[in-house]
């Protein structure tokens, strides 16, 4: 799946967010795998539909919907112009468009040594720019694709090096100071801009999503938001609407990357869910329900980045096999051999082996009498062992079709206490809702956008009226 720009005419409510770090971002990375899972889903069922049958219809946010009072960043023109024409110059020099300014381009397996080399320079002078701690730590991890930029004004000696760290900084080494080796972080600034899109599900929610203006990418980061409540791959229904207020990252004025989702309703058969961005008060990024509960469950509803599932729970259903109608007491979800099967929630490492025809099986014991099957893998991860711990998400093994399976696929039980029961259907323990002041903060933090989601769907249903 790829990234694809927003039509900007879906959020006429543009209003920059503030600049922040964008480190609450990675720290969601880490939830990727419930994404992983509900969207490739998603995607399968809908691949065949797709193209050229993107017909939902784009709806553009209603016009009683008014920006809320985001507190405003400043825009490109606002910033310091000295700032901005020292990036430009940087990044001109970072390219080796600049006088005096060389460049190369790491590629996978480039040492800093080499990349001197490469620019005309000796192992003297990179011993001299490793007198800087920067430097070093570049040396340790160089990025394929990265710039490196070296000036001179003295054949054979480095007077500045220049590189990125990260996307919102450049490091600039002086190493012919009077003062010695002088190194500089130059920050550069990212604009945060809040869009909002707003779709009905005609055919497919990535087609819907698409004529809203989301990118895939974006689509994927409300699944994993929703996927613990929401079986995307085969709970979505025609006529299934969503409205998603997000946030995209822009450097000098040009779209970076998606940001986060900042607020979701997404209306499945009827039921709206809800799901709001906080950051808590000890800096972690969560997703809560409207009444403060945490969307995060204690288990993923899908623990496999499936492409498609072949058939549902059913405990009277013609085995593929053996072709005699027997309990199937799970759900399979036919993927590729070598698809990630991941740990539906915490767990101690109960069984890990050969088990009939079963085959390669995994059983993670989540304590208070649950305990989930995984079979026919191809293989196991090495790192799960029989009474071994695992996270939530973590890679317990791979898609196969070990034992007797028809074609590779994850074959996948939830039991309480020993009996089998419909891991899509099983009621799960509900987290708990914030409280007290946590849940007060929580309030005041999101009510805004929470207002605003009301609004467009209120918009949605009155349009819908029509
Ligand atoms: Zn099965």
Redesign the pocket.
């Known amino acids: 799946m790829s990234d694809q720009h927003p039509g900007s005419e879906t959020a006429p409510s543009h209003r920059p967010a503030p600049s922040r770090p964008a480190l609450s971002l990675r720290q969601w990375r880490r939830r990727h795998w419930l994404a992983c899972a509900s969207a490739a889903g998603i995607l399968v069922t809908v691949l065949g539909v797709l193209p050229g049958l993107a017909m939902a219809k784009r709806e553009a946010p209603p016009s009683l919907v008014q920006p809320l009072a985001l507190p405003p960043a400043p825009e490109r023109a606002e910033l310091d112009v000295a700032t901005l024409a020292a990036d430009e110059a940087l990044g001109l020099a970072l390219s080796g468009e600049a006088d005096g300014w060389r460049s190369a381009t790491v590629v996978a397996g480039d040492t800093l040594g080499g990349l001197f080399g490469q620019l005309g320079f000796g192992g003297g002078e990179l011993h001299r720019a490793l007198a800087a701690e920067s430097v070093r730590e570049l040396a340790g991890r160089l990025r394929p694709g990265q710039q490196i930029a070296l000036y001179s004004e003295q054949e054979g000696r480095v007077g500045k090096l220049l590189f990125d760290k990260g996307e919102d900084a450049r490091v600039l080494v002086h190493l012919d100071g009077e003062e010695g080796v002088r190194e500089e972080l130059l920050e550069r600034q990212l604009q945060y801009r809040v869009e909002v899109a707003t779709g009905a599900i005609s055919h497919s929610l990535f087609g819907a999503a698409t004529e809203a203006g989301m990118s895939n990418a974006m689509v994927l980061k409300v699944a994993r938001v929703l996927g613990y409540d929401i079986d995307f791959a085969q709970d979505l229904r025609i006529g299934d609407t969503f409205s998603v207020i997000y946030e995209q990252v822009y450097r000098d004025g040009e779209l970076l990357r998606d940001g986060d989702v900042l607020a979701v309703s997404f209306v499945n058969r009827g039921k709206r869910y809800v799901a709001l961005r906080h950051v808590r008060a000890d800096g972690k990024v969560e997703y809560f329900d409207q009444d403060g509960r945490p969307m995060r469950k204690e288990f993923l509803r899908t623990p496999v980045d499936f492409t498609r599932i072949s058939?549902r729970f059913s405990l009277a259903r013609r085995h593929p096999i053996l072709g005699t109608m027997r309990a199937?007491r799970?759900?399979?979800y036919a993927a590729p051999t070598g698809t990630p099967v991941y740990a539906a929630g915490d767990a101690r490492v109960q069984f890990r082996g050969r088990q009939g025809g079963y085959g390669n099986t995994i059983i993670l014991d989540h304590g208070q009498g649950h305990t989930t099957l995984y079979?026919h893998l191809s293989r196991f991860n090495g790192n799960v062992r029989v009474g071994g711990r695992v996270r939530q998400g973590d890679v317990i093994g791979y898609v196969g079709m070990t034992g007797l399976a028809s074609g590779p696929?994850l074959?996948y039980e939830f039991r309480v206490r020993g009996t089998h029961r419909d891991p899509l259907t099983v009621t799960l323990p509900k987290p708990e809702p914030l409280g007290g002041p946590a849940l007060e903060r929580f309030r005041r933090d999101t009510s805004g956008l929470a207002a605003r989601l009301d609004l467009i769907d209120d918009g949605r249903r009155l349009a819908a009226a029509r």
């Open positions: 058939s199937h799970g759900v399979d079979a696929h074959h």
